[in-house]
């Protein structure tokens, strides 16, 4: 998909999103440029997730506007969403693989429900898929069940690449993965951004994910977003942000990343 002249991938224009009296968003604004892995934290019921699916059309906001690739997602025919549906990939938190299809049978799913192929050549896309997320090839004929957290998340991300997406939407990738895991995950992520040149939105509360791959940070705070780098985000005086970026856990995440 053409990408619009100022390089803007996503635009979020005074967003509302409320349930009866509680107000989550109240007018936030956040922007999302080509080629970066743009980090969303915020703390608990502070709407990470009721944004991300206001930004994939999954909920209709209260207010505001949401465009991907300089498109208002309000006015957009049943074609025009679903060839803006096949631009972007999207991991859940869990993975959120259909446990009774084998793991190629789910990379296979958005290949099945936007094309027709022989089912050797879909075979051949899994197992390229699987590669390309460190997966050994015998990983296709297992079911979720028979694979560890790790494995499962890479599974995942391999049916999100698996339309050759340029955007990539990832909800808490490594949330129950072991520092170990996780490491190899963030790994994994900057080699395929770097290689596919995806423009990358996470919502993460893993603050060594944070350092390790992030290039701007997106806060929610007081129903709005404060986007700075990283390195802004610790000249914060914010008292949340402050906080966040300076405790004893974040503390060790820098030492950690920056050795």
Request: include cysteine; charged fraction near 20%; hydrophobic fraction near 40%.
């Amino acid at each position: 998909m053409q990408e619009p002249a100022s390089s803007s991938i996503i635009r979020v224009q005074g967003l509302v999103n409320r349930f009866g009296t509680q107000v989550v968003h109240d007018g936030l604004d956040m922007e999302v440029r080509s080629n970066e892995i743009f980090g969303v934290v915020g703390g608990s019921g502070s709407g990470k997730s009721v944004l991300l699916r206001s930004i994939l059309g999954l909920r209709r906001p209260d207010g505001g506007t949401v465009e991907l690739y300089g498109q208002d997602m309000r006015h957009l025919s049943r074609e025009q969403r679903s060839r803006l549906v096949r631009s972007y990939g999207v991991t859940f938190q869990n993975g959120a693989l259909i446990s009774s299809l084998t793991v190629a049978q789910n990379i296979q799913l958005p290949l099945r429900e936007y094309f027709s192929m022989p089912e050797e050549t879909l075979d051949g896309l899994a197992e390229l898929n699987l590669a390309l997320v460190g997966l050994p090839p015998d990983t296709a004929r297992k079911y979720p069940a028979q694979l560890s957290g790790g494995m499962v998340k890479r599974a995942a991300l391999a049916r999100a690449l698996s339309l050759e997406p340029k955007l990539l939407f990832l909800d808490e990738p490594t949330s129950g993965l072991d520092p170990i895991s996780a490491a190899a995950f963030d790994e994994l992520l900057l080699y395929l951004h770097s290689q596919l040149q995806l423009t990358v939105v996470m919502i993460t509360h893993d603050l060594d994910t944070l350092f390790r791959t992030c290039n701007r940070v997106g806060v929610i705070v007081d129903h709005h977003m404060v986007t700075d780098t990283l390195e802004g985000m610790l000249r914060s005086q914010h008292p949340w942000i402050h906080e966040y970026f300076h405790g004893a856990r974040a503390r060790a995440a820098e030492k950690e990343v920056n050795g």
